[in-house]
Nanobody, 127 residues
Framework: QVQLVESGGGLVQAGDSLRLSCAASGRTLSRYAVGWFRQAPWKERVFVAAISWNGGRIYYIDSVKGRFTISRDNAKNTVYLQMNSLKSDDTGVYYC????????????????????WGQGTQVTVSS
């Protein structure tokens, strides 16, 4: 079992930055691909970014490219999402998710591919 805990959310103004953390316990994250998802108020949860377990492959949705950066520190068992130039559309609950991957270059964008989920952290961007 892998337990994931997100942190770093908060209330910020448009243009500000936040860094979210996804800390794992129970098992090492070093063989898990990790994704970030978000759920805006009254909307479905959607994919935001993903990183392979070797960190070599990364994918973002178009709306966050150039503003968000996903990274990982396997020694700290933590994955990060650096969010810059935040917009009101970025408001939502952010979740991290992990999936064991045999291939270190795999990443996943589909929600149903992930095995473990955190409880989420709220990000609110005021305009």
């Amino acid at each position: 079992q892998v337990q994931l805990v997100e942190s770093g959310g908060g209330l910020v103004q448009a243009g500000d930055s936040l860094r979210l953390s996804c800390a794992a316990s129970g098992r090492t994250l070093s063989r898990y691909a990790v994704g970030w998802f978000r759920q805006a108020p009254w909307k479905e949860r959607v994919f935001v970014a993903a990183i392979s377990w070797n960190g070599g492959r990364i994918y973002y949705i178009d709306s966050v490219k150039g503003r968000f950066t996903i990274s990982r520190d396997n020694a700290k068992n933590t994955v990060y999402l650096q969010m810059n130039s935040l917009k009101s559309d970025d408001t939502g609950v952010y979740y991290c998710a992990a999936k064991y991957a045999f291939d270190g270059t795999n990443y996943y964008t589909e929600e149903n591919r992930y095995d473990y989920w955190g409880q989420g952290t709220q990000v609110t961007v005021s305009s």
